[in-house]
């Protein structure tokens, strides 16, 4: 029998527990007891609809935290919304289920034009310490 898929607001929990071990403050989160994350702006001074499950500051710079369940690794506008999240903060991590790590890593990561890959971090649910998002394979000549 397959372990439970983790919802949404536990991949949000783990997030936000996994941020504060790295020592970032958590200002806000789509959590009980925490403020409402700000929609993040667009092009120029535009507020978007997007929206961070957590925002936290480690000193002046400002860490971002993303949530996304097995369904939503699917969704084709996934990526550019990360890039999206990337481009406003110093790092953005993306906490995924372990048991979705690999399609997210093939789906979101290796097949999409990324410019802010750098700041992109990847934390698989249950593990409390997030990684690099792994290069694509190189290309055969």
Excluded: N, Y
Aim: hydrophobic share 40%; proline share 10%.
């Amino acid at each position: 029998m397959p372990a439970e898929e983790p919802t949404h607001d536990e991949l949000v929990q783990h997030l936000m527990r996994c941020m504060q071990q790295e020592g970032i403050t958590v200002e806000a989160a789509d959590a009980p007891g925490h403020s409402r994350p700000r929609p993040v702006k667009l092009l120029g001074l535009r507020p978007g609809r997007l929206r961070p499950d957590v925002v936290g500051r480690d000193g002046r710079r400002m860490t971002l935290g993303k949530a996304i369940s097995a369904t939503e690794i699917a969704d084709s506008s996934l990526p550019g919304r990360l890039e999206t999240f990337a481009r406003h903060c110093r790092m953005l991590v993306v906490c995924v289920p372990g048991s979705a790590a690999d399609e997210a890593i093939a789906t979101l990561f290796h097949g999409q034009q990324l410019p802010h890959r750098a700041k992109l971090r990847l934390l698989v649910h249950p593990r409390m310490k997030w990684e690099d998002v792994p290069k694509p394979p190189a290309r055969a000549r």
